[in-house]
């Protein structure tokens, strides 16, 4: 149980284009998904929590124009980058929490490596 | 401040030896402590997670130690073996009704043969 997925598993795409990732929670419905970025050799940065039928959260520096969130559904959450420009280029994951026995606990998705050229 | 601190960014040790990865934070909120494991490329997988409310946890080899008063905890692997190698994140959950999570930096660990 608690698998969550992402498509594409990578994308390439020109500089001004706008590309959308999705994430779904197959086995389970997840009331909060998470969005985050993994630039190289480094840790994962929370971009953004999403909510299934309200407005996302972002964190400080990220730009909701920019990245645009939406949970439709208990399942599925998406993430659109707008604009993309070669310095969006990175490893996109997401997160979904499964809560069980009272307790929740975050799952990951495959990732999206995006490359914008 | 919100960061988790993590050390050492890089552990390289022998297959059978002991591997400790430790991690530090400031904010008293946290009550969730989960390590994950992410192999090059792939997804973080949850390894082992501890809770404000005990103080240490096993399964098999893995072992994670909080002691809240110091703010740190750590992440204990016995008996390491070469599929251990890859990069493990610490992480505090924040107390906002959802766990979000707050990463440390990373540690890469190599396991020699």
């Known amino acids: 149980g608690a698998v969550v997925s992402q498509h594409p598993s990578w994308v390439i795409c020109k500089s001004g284009t706008s590309v959308k990732i999705e994430c779904r929670s197959l086995?389970?419905?997840?009331?909060?998904m998470f969005w985050y970025r993994q630039f190289p050799k480094q840790s994962l940065m929370l971009m953004a929590t999403s909510n299934e039928g309200s407005k996302a959260t972002y964190e400080q520096g990220v730009e909701k124009d920019k990245f645009l969130i939406n949970h439709a559904s208990l399942t599925l959450s998406t993430l659109t980058v707008t604009s993309a420009h070669p310095e969006d280029s990175s490893f996109y994951i997401c997160s979904a929490s499964f809560l069980a026995g009272g307790t929740d606990t975050q799952y990951f998705g495959p990732g999206t490596r995006l490359t914008v050229l | 401040g919100e960061n988790v601190e993590q050390h050492p960014s890089t552990l390289s040790v022998q297959e059978g030896d002991s591997a400790v990865i430790k991690c530090t934070y400031s904010d008293s909120a946290s009550n969730y402590f989960p390590w994950y494991k992410q192999e090059l490329g792939k997804r973080p997988q949850l390894i082992i997670d501890i809770r404000s409310n005990v103080g240490e946890k096993k399964d098999q080899r893995i072992a994670v130690t909080l002691n809240k008063t110091a703010k740190h905890f750590s992440l204990h692997i016995t008996e390491t073996q070469p599929e251990d190698s890859a990069v493990y994140f610490c992480?505090?959950?924040?107390?906002?009704?959802?766990?979000?999570?707050?990463f440390g930096t990373g540690t890469r660990l190599l396991v020699s043969p």
């Open positions: 992480a505090r959950g924040m107390n906002t009704g959802f766990q979000k999570l707050v």
């Open positions: 086995d389970f419905q997840a009331t909060t």
